[in-house]
């Protein structure tokens, strides 16, 4: 069982810039999809960006072009740089790691507050 801790998360100004990490127990090589979701209060938990063991990236509408995810296989991290941020952005962030449609693992979470 793969444990993850984020870090990376804080308050920042709208059109600021934040870069949250992922830190994983053990190996993420074989691990098919890492990613990021969030929940902001008082809404359910949502995509934010997945990359798969092959570095194929996916991205929820509301962020692509803004953030980025990237995998570490050799440090065992996954990334999130965050930038032009926006009040809705703020939110809890949780780091992911799936093996299959019904076994995920999840962070405790870092929140992110983005201030207009």
């Known amino acids: 069982q793969v444990q993850l801790a984020e870090s990376g998360g804080g308050l920042v100004q709208a059109g600021g810039s934040l870069r949250l990490s992922c830190t994983a127990s053990?190996?993420?090589?074989?691990?098919?999809?890492m990613g990021w979701y969030r929940q902001a209060p008082g809404k359910q938990r949502e995509m934010v960006a997945t990359?798969?063991?092959?570095?194929?990236?996916s991205y929820a509408d509301s962020v692509k072009g803004r953030f980025t995810i990237s995998r570490d296989n050799v440090k065992n991290t996954v990334s999130l740089q965050m930038s032009s941020l926006k009040p809705e952005d703020t939110a809890v962030y949780y780091c992911?790691?799936?093996?299959?449609?019904?076994?995920?693992?999840w962070g405790k979470g870092t929140l992110v507050t983005v201030s207009s």
């Open positions: 053990g190996s993420i090589f074989s691990i098919p999809t």
């Open positions: 992911t790691a799936r093996y299959t449609a019904d076994m995920a693992y």
């Open positions: 990359v798969t063991s092959g570095a194929v990236t």
